[in-house]
């Protein structure tokens, strides 16, 4: 339980570091964040860590949030 929560906190601060790394330069507000997932990492055990993943990344970016495979 407790690397589900890491894995998360991790993910959040390396997404606000890239957004707030981008010089100032402004993103279409409409366009959604795109998560890209190993397809191991697509397992029912995940589901909730992606999920909460995502609702934080939508909502400190006020932007949709789609999820992938690196496959597709």
């Keep these: ?16 570091l890239a957004a707030y790394g981008t010089g100032g330069s402004t993103a279409n507000q409409n366009c959604p964040i795109v998560i890209a997932w190993l397809p191991s990492e697509l397992g029912a055990e995940l589901k909730d860590a992606r999920e909460a993943l995502s609702a934080v990344v939508g909502e400190v970016f006020g932007r949709p949030v789609e999820h992938c495979t690196t496959t597709t």
């Design 1 to 16: 339980m407790w690397s589900l929560r890491l894995l998360l906190v991790l993910s959040v601060t390396a997404f606000v």
